[in-house]
């Protein structure tokens, strides 16, 4: 089935949607890459700074509580006993720290900041007491000390209580963690701000990438139109971009296309025309002949008008002809010297009749008698023959044709000029396309399919050379080529 090979379509926005969100998001990442890094690595010092202090804090409570615990084991302030708990209760509450101060043999004498009832009486066990006891070492093993095991991120510290003996020691634990709450709120907050604004970002791209796909859209649907032969539809786009550009040539493509599809209709018809004319004429005067309906006397005159159309015939074949070897790539140039104003003498002598019987005056002029230049004979004979018998068939009778020749830096230019109809300055860039016909009807000039033309640039294309155009509707029309100076003079 067609349909199971048919790849699934991603539309253009759909694709600049997803490019632009995952560009948004892996900037955010390297963003938020760099920026918890700064923050991660500022932090970490500050925790290190405030977990010093801390600890600073935690060793200066200790020593005090160990003088006033002194006291109370030596049992001097036996009757203030409720005083010494309530004073380690506040110091606890004020600074979040568990306090336990035990004798020394492990058994804990009282307690603040932990369940009281749960720990009074029992004993505490590991090696720590023996450092706290002997060396007033910090314990750095939390995991030893059963009344802290359910707590996380520990300082504890422990410091004996002793004059010239030992009595007990005191233990004391409070959280480290300073500035990893902040750190982790900070990575919340911004967690939450990248959300939002991905999201505003999603439905930014998402305007934008209609904003710029709508043009393309209508670009799509006008050339699928184009495709089914509509070439009367035209792309509207005012985006004053590429897009834009790009609308405007689509717009000169369907013009083109659209005038080529007319020349292609017309050409049918004309071709259709100019074929069947001459050989209904031929057929007829033949027949006429042979069955003896035209007398003898008559003959040669019918003949003669026979002789015409067949070259008429000849001419058309001979068009066709040398367009389909431009198009095949079989017409090649053979380059030579020759003498332009000899060639543009025999051209114009080939017209004779035509000028003398429509009352024209052909003016030629040339710097010299002999002008050479460097390039295929036989192909500038058609291109003069084809130029000039279009001067001849659009300059009213009496008008004036003239050529001229002249030198132009290192190219030598010719010109044919009459005066005449001229050409509409909108139809000059068409001109050179085949089939087309400037006069649009058969009337100024029934002969021909319009190709005159377009063989001219084919054939100066070619040959490496060029082919200007001028002309004012109703006043002139003036044709100008140019050919390769000869070294020979």
């Known amino acids: ?113 932990l369940d009281f009832d749960k720990y009074i009486g029992s ?61 982790s709120r900070f990575f919340k907050q911004f967690a939450i701000a990248v959300g939002i604004s991905i999201v505003l970002t999603f439905i930014l791209f998402y305007f934008l990438s209609r904003k710029i796909t709508k043009p393309i859209k209508k670009i799509d649907e006008t050339v699928t139109e184009f495709s089914k032969g509509k070439f009367d539809l035209r792309v509207d786009c005012d985006t004053n971009d590429e897009l834009e550009s790009l609308s405007k040539n689509i717009n000169n493509m369907a013009t083109s296309i659209e005038n080529l599809e007319k020349m292609r ?66 017409f090649k140039i053979q380059k030579e010297n020759f003498d332009i104003c000899e060639l543009v003498r025999q051209t114009i002598i080939k017209f004779e009749t035509q000028i003398v019987n429509n009352g024209l005056n052909v003016e030629l002029e040339i710097p010299y008698e002999e002008v050479f230049v460097y390039a295929d004979s036989d192909a500038i004979t058609q291109v003069l023959t084809n130029l000039i018998g279009n001067a001849i068939k659009f300059t009213n009778k009496g008008g004036i044709i003239r050529i001229k020749i002249y030198y132009a830096t290192d190219k030598i230019n010719v010109e044919v000029f009459n005066l005449g109809e001229g050409i509409n300055k909108e139809k000059l860039k068409y001109i050179w396309d085949r089939f087309y016909k400037a006069d649009d009807s058969r009337n100024l000039n029934p002969e021909g399919l319009g190709l005159g033309l377009y063989i001219v640039k084919s054939i100066l294309n070619k040959s490496d050379e060029k082919i200007f155009v001028d002309s004012v509707e109703g006043e002139y029309t003036k044709f100008t080529f140019t050919l390769t100076s000869s070294q020979k003079n």
């Open 123 to 183: 004993y505490l066990s590991g090696n720590y007491i023996e450092d706290i006891l002997k060396n007033g070492k910090v314990v750095s093993n939390e995991d030893d000390i059963d009344a802290f095991k359910q707590q996380e991120n520990l300082l504890t510290l422990g410091v004996p209580v002793k004059d010239t003996q030992i009595y007990g020691g005191v233990l004391m634990c409070t959280t480290a963690n300073v500035v990893n709450n902040s750190y």
């Open 265 to 330: 209709s017309l050409f049918v018809s004309n071709v259709s025309h100019e074929l069947r004319t001459p050989m209904t004429s031929i057929t007829g005067f033949v027949e006429g002949i042979l069955d003896g309906t035209i007398p003898k006397e008559k003959q040669d005159e019918y003949l003669s008008i026979v002789l015409d159309e067949s070259k008429r015939l000849s001419r058309l074949v001979n068009e066709l002809l040398s367009i389909s070897r431009l198009e095949s790539g079989n």
């Open 1 to 113: 089935m067609k349909w199971q090979n048919r790849k699934k379509e991603t539309s253009i926005s759909k694709r600049l949607l997803f490019a632009g969100f995952i560009t948004v998001v892996i900037s955010y990442i390297m963003v938020a890459a760099f920026l918890f890094g700064m923050i991660y690595s500022s932090s970490k010092e500050s925790n290190l700074r405030a977990v010093e202090d801390k600890k600073q804090l935690l060793l200066s409570n200790a020593n005090k509580i160990s003088e006033y615990s002194l006291n109370i084991f030596k049992g001097a302030w036996t009757p203030q006993i409720r005083n010494y708990q309530q004073t380690l209760e506040i110091i606890s509450e004020s600074t979040d720290t568990a306090i336990i101060v035990f004798d020394k043999t492990g058994q804990i004498i009282t307690v603040a900041g």
